[in-house]
């Protein structure tokens, strides 16, 4: 929570023009504001502080709203707003007026509500959302990576600022970047109706420096925080270390790991507190804590993404390095350390630091990983209204934008009768969106989609389908390849005998057709066998030529449960019993399958010197070396006389120019055939990209 390193925080020096905006708002209606300031400016603490008095002093009867993406932030910012320490350095003191959010309840006038993003959206969806009533300031901190929610959020707050205005209530809409958003304030101006007022916090300090790590990076990693752990004691606080990575190879267990759920989950405070003194933290959490004794931060400055590829119209999975705004982020992990700033050090394994792009106003999660969900909640929240009406920022790319339309509308998730507007929710689009509030994070689309068809079958579905679905939609939503892969990927694949023999169930009698029924059958043997760990720490085992992690076959097991939970399955305690399906159910399963990865499906040629072919793009792919069966050999196709087969894909990543594509199950034919009765297309026109692919 530093605050620059001088006596005034960096922003007093643009003070006035924050008073000055302040001071307009009961004549304007409905302002806007864009703050950007560099880290430990003291945007978050001492000026929201300030501004709260100015909405105290200035604005009878309102009050102000601090919206921030996590809810670890949120409690952490209303801890220290509300301390002694933080409230001594203050002209009037405001410990009294920062207060948790009760939903349904109005706001105090001159109070502070610190809100997460989570919770802002789930009282808009209640409508009980009604800050603007009596007139509010409102405060968003802009996502570096921006997300579904982020996104929907700021759509939301301008909306709902604009319908105040009408209302004649005096409200203000301000929000805190610490890079440049174009897209921002263009919405804002657009749904607010007027420019909004752009102030630009200057950096005050001399930025962190950064020191090169000797090679191998990794084993000098491993050494401070080793160093580390040894140097705390009872009156002592340990030179506390973090890694900017969320994996570190074999000895994971020995480190506290923070990725994006846990910053939704109040027990990682306590963690933070207790826990020792090496840290991992997911490279793109995009998100920086107070952690008292905080003396290393170690980046590797790559960063795992999903973005969507305009050479295949995918999305893609590739590790690219961090922009210049992701970086800083990681050093700010050091300006809100309780150290003084000498005694930090910032480890890279990088010199060109500055010649890395800026990364403004990034696309982020919203337009990458999770282009489809947004356009789903775009329309779910503002059905039928023309895509330049929406109160959000428009997309960095249009024409993908509405390809992913396209491709709902095929899926049967909206209806577009007229072709121009963002179209309405069908039924299956609206199980999607409640799978999805009621998961989170957890799950992605098409396992979603996948989901969907519980809803869609109510009562048609047999318990034992049920819990088939439910059990790969947990292997997919976990990952096929973080559960089980080839022991060696250099190896020979094994044989269909070798595989088959460690599965059971119904994965084992279909383990022949590839990765999500071998996956099934290995975690059904598994938990029939019985998840054991080695004093709390979970091995990763080898079964023939598959290595297969216990600690992943426990998570997809606890995923299994919450999903039984929301679709009301009971347990089992008949595992094989109670999963055992018809030649019919499997064809059910298979098509809900297919449907769910329309879009990721690859053809498997007769000949096998010829690479598999995404039937989107019509570009060539390879198949993971971490693939467990061989598809893509003439035996496959022969059980399709001659006439090569279809797989869907679980996963695409890019590798150089290399597409490869992984998970890969082998989808009957006279499914592929179905698609043309149900979308009058043959299937290749069907998923085939509208989209003007690049060479």
Known sequence: MASGSGNAPAWTVKQKEIDDFVDRIPRRGASAAFIQGPHASGKSTTMVAHILGLVQTRLSGASLVYLMPTLVECVLLRDYLASEEFNAQLPV???????????????????????????????????????????????????????????????????????????????????????????????MDRVIGRKPKVIQIPQDFAPVPLRRMPEPWRDFAKGLATRA????????????????????????????????????????????????????????????????????????????????????????????????????????WLLKSDRPREDTNFHTTYEDFDRRPLGSDPAGEAYGKDLLWTALNLIHAWPSSLPNDLPVKLPPDTLGMGEVMARLSILQCIVNEDGQTMGKMDKRGLALVSIKQATGDVIDFHVAYFLACIYTNKGKLSLNVRRVIVRIAAILA???????????????????????????????????KGAVWIALGLWQASVQSGLKDNNGIYPTIRRGDVNFSIGIAVRVLDLV?????????????????????????????????????????????????????????????????????????????????????????????????????????????????EVKDLTGMPFDQAVATHYPLKP
């Not at 009760?102 to 802002?120: D, H, M, N, R």
């Open 93 to 187: 003191q405001i410990s009294d007026r920062v207060l948790e959010p009760a939903p349904g309840e109005a706001i105090p006038a001159g109070s502070l509500y610190v809100q997460s993003y989570t919770s802002a959206l789930q009282d808009i969806r209640n409508g009980t959302f009604s800050v603007f009533k009596t007139g509010a300031v409102v405060l968003i901190d802009l996502e570096v990576n921006p997300t579904t929610d982020g996104e929907m959020l700021l759509g939301h707050v301008l909306e709902a600022a604009d319908f105040s205005r009408a209302e004649g209530s005096g409200c203000a809409v301000i929000t805190i970047s610490t890079f440049e958003s174009p897209r921002t304030e263009a919405a």
């Open 561 to 673: 449960s919450a999903l039984n939970g929301l679709f009301e399955l009971p347990d089992t305690n008949a595992e094989l019993r109670d999963t055992e399906l018809t030649s019919d159910e499997i064809l059910f399963v298979e098509r809900q399958l297919l449907w769910a990865y329309l879009h990721r499906v690859v053809y498997l040629s007769d000949n096998p010197a010829a690479l598999p072919v995404d039937v989107v793009s019509l570009k060539d792919v390879t198949i993971s070396s971490d693939e467990i069966l061989d598809l893509n050999v003439p035996r496959v196709a022969q059980e399709n006389k001659g006439k090569g087969c279809f797989a869907i894909y679980a996963g695409l990543s890019l590798s150089g120019s290399r597409y490869i594509a992984s998970g890969l199950t082998i989808i009957p034919l006279q499914l592929i055939r």
């Open 229 to 332: 752990n040894g140097t705390g004691g009872p009156d002592k606080m340990p030179e506390r270390v973090v890694i900017g990575q969320e994996r570190f190879g074999e000895v994971d267990d020995e480190f506290y790991s923070i990725e994006r759920p846990s910053m939704h989950a109040e027990e990682t405070l306590a963690d933070l507190r207790s826990k020792p003194a090496s840290m991992l933290v997911a490279s793109d959490l995009c998100v920086s804590l107070p952690w008292p004794g905080l003396a290393h931060f170690v980046s590797h400055g790559i960063v795992k993404s999903q973005i969507f590829d305009r050479k295949t119209s995918q999305i893609v999975s590739l590790a690219r390095h961090m922009t210049r705004t992701e970086i800083l982020v990681q050093q700010s």
């Open 478 to 512: 976990i990952g096929i390849h973080t559960l089980c892969t080839k022991a060696t990927p250099e190896a020979e694949y094994p044989s269909l005998e070798h595989v088959r023999v460690h599965c059971v169930g119904v994965g084992a009698s279909l383990a022949h």
